[in-house]
């Protein structure tokens, strides 16, 4: 079993900073990838960034250059620090871990960002 919980959601003007935390506990060694999701009102659930075992990372299109995904050593948190916001990016944000063809989740944080 894998824990994860979401910290760092709010209230952010465009242009603004936000960085989302996502504390791992259980199997850690067993994830093979960690990933940032968000879902906003009447959309979808999509894909912003992951990032795997060995550190490499993916993101959406609509982030990049934005958004960075990072670990700490331990691999018992992930984060995700977002620049230049935009009120596109108001969602709810969801930490995913994946351990072989099984996904965990968080219980999401909001992020807003007014224009």
């Known amino acids: 079993q894998v824990h994860l919980v979401e910290s760092g959601g709010g209230l952010a003007q465009a242009g603004g900073s936000l960085r989302l935390a996502c504390a791992t506990s259980?199997?850690?060694?067993?994830?093979?990838?960690m990933g940032w999701y968000r879902q906003a009102p009447g959309k979808e659930r999509e894909l912003v960034a992951v990032?795997?075992?060995?550190?490499?990372?993916r993101y959406a299109d609509s982030v990049k250059g934005r958004f960075s995904i990072s670990r700490d050593a331990a691999q018992t948190t992930t984060w995700l620090q977002m620049n230049s916001l935009k009120p596109d990016d108001t969602a709810v944000y969801y930490c995913?871990?994946?351990?072989?063809?099984?996904?965990?989740w968080g219980q999401g944080t909001q992020v807003t960002v007014s224009s």
């Open positions: 995913n871990g994946r351990v072989g063809s099984v996904n965990y």
């Open positions: 990032i795997f075992g060995g550190g490499d990372t």
């Open positions: 259980g199997k850690i060694r067993s994830i093979n990838v």
